[in-house]
């Protein structure tokens, strides 16, 4: 089989040189099987076709190609000494490329310790999203637990059209229009600078949780003031970015959106890569945050509801002329938000298992080469909210960082406590 990566794929590969890695571990008490670990990560790479191809960038445009004879998913094992070993080691892991075609487009680093392990999932963000790599995270403790469990593999699509449905039938309109969008997109990003953007390797991660009272009583709140956690989040953020960056602040932020709320033909338990985002911004003449807030998840579900998913993925194949120069303005922008924000919302992934228990994971970091890498991913497991809050230091200072963190937090436990309002 070979396929050419879609739009959302080629972007997050970049290109052959640069990597973009996901990384996803879990704390681990009691004791980890070895050859289970190595079984569990066979049956995996037999479940899901994508663990078996390698990305071929021997022509014009990158695809993926099916590699009878591919390895199997490493494991590097190193000596855990610490609560942010795992932190340490994703970082080592942000920036090694996966090049080596006769390995798949994954690993995994198994921290050792005398009675805690860490595991890290580590795979491009081309073939994978928040929801791949928290099903992968599910089926790898699950197997590792009882090995003797099957996965039931499933086909690749080979093109966009294979993720339609058989009555969408786009018009001579629809082409006419994709056509000229895309005319109009090479003509945009032809008067945008694209030169490229050296970061060197200065991209940071910070994590952190919420404890179980604050975060019960966040959802609590919430739902007493009638609006999300993930609108209080994207308040208390803005917010915060106003209060360290002042007038240079923008007052928005990015938020991914899971495609498979529209498209049927991918699975929760698909690797997939692409999410269409919205962009949402503050009430500058609006005070109180939880009237922000219900704003804010009113938006999100009016934009959200407006989407075109099939006419999107459709339209985005006209764009693969473009896409080098999307690239190096992703790597060039300072762009028009503060942050992009992604909630993984509650894991469903089991506390405690057979031979061991998990005592926490940590949301999902990755390195992003743009300009603007601002990045949070919040997760919710065993009760407490996790917060990974990643960016690149020649853009925004670990400093600042690290005041946005406080500030926003003290946001959010401010507001806990007001009388609901609504």
Not at 196 to 225: F, G, R, V
Request: positive net charge; charged residues 25%.
């Amino acid at each position: 089989m070979k396929r050419r990566l879609i739009l959302g794929e080629r972007i997050m590969h970049v290109d052959a040189k640069t990597p973009l890695n996901c990384v996803f571990g879990a704390k681990i008490t009691g004791k980890i099987n070895g050859e289970h670990l190595h079984l569990a990560l066979y049956k995996i790479q037999q479940k899901h076709p994508l663990l078996r191809m390698n990305i071929d960038i021997s022509s014009k445009a990158p695809y993926f190609v099916l590699n009878e004879n591919i390895g199997k998913i490493p494991v590097r094992i190193s000596v855990r000494t610490s609560d942010q070993d795992w932190l340490q080691q994703s970082k080592v892991e942000w920036y090694k490329l996966f090049n080596n075609n006769s390995e798949p487009l994954a690993r995994v680093v198994w921290l050792q310790g005398e009675t805690e392990s860490d595991l890290l999932l580590v795979l491009p963000h081309c073939i994978c999203d928040g929801t791949t790599i928290l099903n992968l995270m599910r089926e790898l403790m699950a197997l590792i637990d009882d090995p003797e469990q099957e996965l039931l593999p499933y086909p690749s699509f080979s093109s966009v059209k294979e993720l339609l449905p058989d009555d969408f039938t786009p018009s001579k309109v629809s082409h006419f229009k994709g056509k000229i969008f895309a005319t109009l997109g090479r003509l945009f990003f032809f008067f945008k600078s694209t030169s490229y953007h050296s970061s060197d390797q200065l991209n940071y991660a910070i994590n952190w949780k919420m404890n179980a009272a604050d975060t019960e009583n966040l959802l609590q709140k919430c739902k007493a003031e009638q609006t999300s956690v993930h609108a209080a989040i994207c308040v208390a953020f803005m917010e915060a970015f106003k209060q360290v960056r002042g007038d240079k602040a923008h007052g928005k932020v990015i938020c991914p959106v899971d495609i498979r709320r529209f498209v049927p033909a991918i699975k929760t338990d698909t690797m997939f890569a692409f999410a269409p985002i919205v962009e949402l911004k503050l009430h500058p003449q609006e005070n109180m945050f939880w009237t922000k807030a219900r704003e804010l998840k009113a938006d999100l579900e009016a934009k959200v509801a407006q989407m075109k998913v099939y006419d999107l993925l459709n339209m985005s194949e006209y764009f693969h002329s473009s896409v080098n120069k999307m690239i190096g303005f992703l790597k060039t922008t300072k762009g028009k938000h503060d942050i992009t924000l992604s909630n993984m919302g509650l894991l469903n992934i089991p506390k405690t298992y057979q031979n061991f228990s998990i005592i926490t994971i940590y949301s999902p970091t990755v390195a992003f080469p743009w300009r603007n890498a601002n990045t949070l991913v919040v997760s919710t497991f065993n009760g407490e909210m996790d917060f990974s809050f990643m960016s690149n230091e020649s853009f925004f200072r670990e400093f600042d960082a690290w005041q946005v963190r406080d500030k926003a937090m003290k946001l959010m436990q401010e507001n806990l406590n007001e009388p609901a309002n609504v």
